[in-house]
T-cell receptor, first 113, second 115 residues
Framework: LAKTTQPISMDSYEGQEVNITCSHN???????ITWYQQFPSQGPRFIIQ???TKVTNEVASLFIPADRKSSTLSLPRVSLSDTAVYYC??????????????FGQGTTLQVKP | KAGVTQTPRYLIKTRGQQVTLSCSPI?????VSWYQQTPGQGLQFLFE???????NKGNFPGRFSGRQFSNSRSEMNVSTLELGDSALYLC??????????????FGPGTRLTVL
């Protein structure tokens, strides 16, 4: 399973766009990139998943360059409630390992008023 | 649709005891995974069950075990508890990737404190 590297922490202010970058140099051909969000004392929650280029949903956008060695989670106009830990994961969603998520240290995002 | 439920939510045990945690997945989900979360080690994968069989296993000692029943409900057992087993234990269920995503749905967790 490819290892991921992301910043330990980030600060932002309400209303700003936040971009969290994740490095995954050893990503395999069949791997997808997935982001989870976790609030204190709660389980992680799926945010977005993508394979290449750009993916957007109602919560976030995910940008993946052509070499797929990194990815950027973009949160538009964050609010205080977006303060959480964000995890970047890499894996093959079609393999028998789909139930085995390997979490790194994550990025703690602190949104300030 | 009801989410993943875990019982109990909080548990206090003493060293040497054993504990059993329960997880009910989302209806229709056949994969159930367990994770341990501690401030020092972060979120660590314990094991995954699919159709009553352990399909994946993390790097935890044999004191940690689990099982899955025919209705997909799962239990996790920890024997001979140690202080270091104090953690938030999370259960997650998924549709098994058939939809082209390995999205896992997590429960609220069981907070285990070992004294």
């Amino acid at each position: 399973l490819a290892k991921t590297t992301q910043p330990i922490s980030m600060d932002s202010y309400e209303g700003q766009e936040v971009n969290i970058t994740c490095s995954h140099n050893n990503i395999a051909t069949n791997d997808y990139i997935t982001w989870y969000q976790q609030f204190p004392s709660q389980g992680p929650r799926f945010i977005i998943q993508g394979y290449k280029t750009k993916v957007t949903n109602e919560v976030a956008s995910l940008f993946i360059p052509a070499d797929r060695k990194s990815s950027t989670l973009s949160l538009p106009r964050v609010s205080l409630s977006d303060t959480a830990v964000y995890y970047c994961l890499v894996g093959d969603p079609f393999s028998s390992n789909t139930g085995k998520l390997i979490f790194g240290q994550g990025t703690t995002l602190q949104v300030k008023p | 649709k009801a989410g993943v439920t875990q019982t109990p939510r909080y548990l206090i045990k003493t060293r040497g005891q054993q504990v059993t945690l329960s997880c009910s997945p989302i209806s229709g989900h056949r994969s159930v995974s367990w994770y341990q979360q501690t401030p020092g080690q972060g979120l660590q994968f314990l094991f995954e069950y699919f159709s009553e069989t352990q399909r994946n296993k993390g790097n935890f000692p044999g004191r940690f075990s689990g099982r899955q029943f025919s209705n997909s409900r799962s239990e996790m057992n920890v024997s001979t508890l140690e202080l270091g087993d104090s953690a938030l234990y999370l259960c997650a269920s998924s549709l098994q990737g058939l939809a082209g995503t390995n999205e896992q749905f997590f429960g609220p967790g069981t907070r285990l404190t070992v004294l």
